[in-house]
């Protein structure tokens, strides 16, 4: 699975859009980027996921370059519960021995403030 | 609809004592994941079920650690003569498929402490 980066933490005030980067250079053509989040004491949350479109949900929007080495996860209008952790993953195609298992990194910490 | 769904939630046992967590996926979900989360850290795979055939247990950190799902569909994970270094959050997730294009769905995890 490539590699990706994170900051290790933002800020963001409540009700602005937060901006979540993450670097995968090492992206090979058929991954996909996923995002997940972790609140404290409960387990990861699906958010959002893409190939090579930008893509929205009712959670959020991924943006992914075009030569897809980043993407920006966008959570257009931030609440306080929106603090988490935040992961930016890329999977790989199930085949082989490979099975689409996740690879989480550090992640980076979103607080969101009043 | 439900969630994925794991018990318990907290457990504590003391040194050598054997456990069972217990996960109970989406229903329809071929796929189930086990990942263990130390504190402070991401989740780290440890097994993959499709359907009742364990086809990945790369990431089970010692023999001491079982797996199951005889029936496709309830998944316990065993952890024979615990050690302190088992403490974690075992948590697990499910997906309609193994397919990339499936995300996979987290349950709470179980909070596992061994004194």
């Known amino acids: 699975d490539a590699k990706t980066t994170q900051p290790p933490s933002m800020d963001c005030a409540e009700g602005r859009a937060a901006n979540l980067p993450c670097n995968h250079s090492t992206i090979s053509g058929n991954e996909y980027v996923y995002w997940y989040r972790q609140i404290h004491s409960q387990g990861p949350q699906y958010i959002i996921h893409g190939l090579k479109n930008n893509e929205t949900n009712e959670m959020a929007s991924l943006i992914i370059t075009e030569d897809r080495k980043s993407s920006t996860l966008i959570l257009p209008h931030a609440t306080l519960r929106d603090t988490a952790v935040y992961y930016c993953i890329v999977r790989s195609p199930a085949g082989g021995t490979s099975y689409g298992k996740l690879t989480f990194g550090q992640g980076t910490i979103l607080t969101v403030h009043p | 609809g439900a969630g994925v769904s794991q018990s318990p939630r907290y457990k504590v046992a003391k040194r050598g004592q054997d456990v069972a967590l217990r996960c109970d996926p989406i229903?329809?979900?071929?796929?189930l994941f086990w990942y263990q989360q130390a504190l402070g850290q991401g989740p780290e795979f440890l097994t993959y079920?499709?359907?009742?055939?364990?086809?990945?247990k790369s990431g089970l950190p010692s023999d001491r650690f079982f797996a199951e799902r005889p029936e496709g569909s309830v998944s316990t994970l065993k952890i024979q003569r615990t050690q302190q270094e088992d403490s974690a959050v075992y948590l697990c997730?499910?997906?309609?498929?193994?397919?990339?294009?499936?995300?996979?769905?987290f349950g709470d995890g179980t909070r596992l402490s061994i004194l």
């Open positions: 229903s329809g979900h071929v796929s």
């Open positions: 997730a499910s997906s309609l498929s193994g397919q990339q294009a499936q995300p996979q769905h």
């Open positions: 079920f499709q359907n009742e055939a364990q086809l990945d």
